[in-house]
């Protein structure tokens, strides 16, 4: 699976973005997509995820702020991340996830940053 990563940039507090994820390769076997970050100095955390059902989880600190999607095309599939009302403690760079949770696997994306700025 290849997942390639796009649509951080810089924003003010309080504005929007939106990430998008491209994945290819055997995506239909994929489990569970999903959003984490990392912050300079600290370690990788889940921001959002969905399951291949559509069942949906987010950290505490985005709910009801982002919103995890996925749309399946011509073997493809772009999983996005709207992330409104930006806070700085938003800025990290975004990688993408894709699980293969019977064959324990876990494949990521290139990072995109997000710089929220007060």
């Not at 076997?29 to 399951?51: D, F, H």
């Amino acid at each position: 699976v290849q997942l390639q990563a796009s649509g951080g940039g810089l924003v003010q507090a309080g504005g929007s973005l939106r990430l998008s994820c491209a994945a290819s390769g055997s995506i239909f076997s994929i489990n569970v997509m999903g959003w984490y970050r990392q912050a300079p100095g600290k370690q990788r955390e889940l921001v959002a995820e969905v399951t291949s059902g559509g069942i949906t989880n987010y950290a505490d600190s985005v709910k009801g702020r982002f919103t995890i999607s996925r749309e399946y095309a011509k073997n493809m599939v772009y999983l996005y991340l709207q992330m409104n009302s930006l806070k700085p403690e938003d800025t990290a760079v975004y990688y993408c996830n894709a699980k293969f949770i019977a064959l324990n696997m876990n494949y990521w994306g290139t990072g995109t940053l997000v710089t929220v700025s007060s």
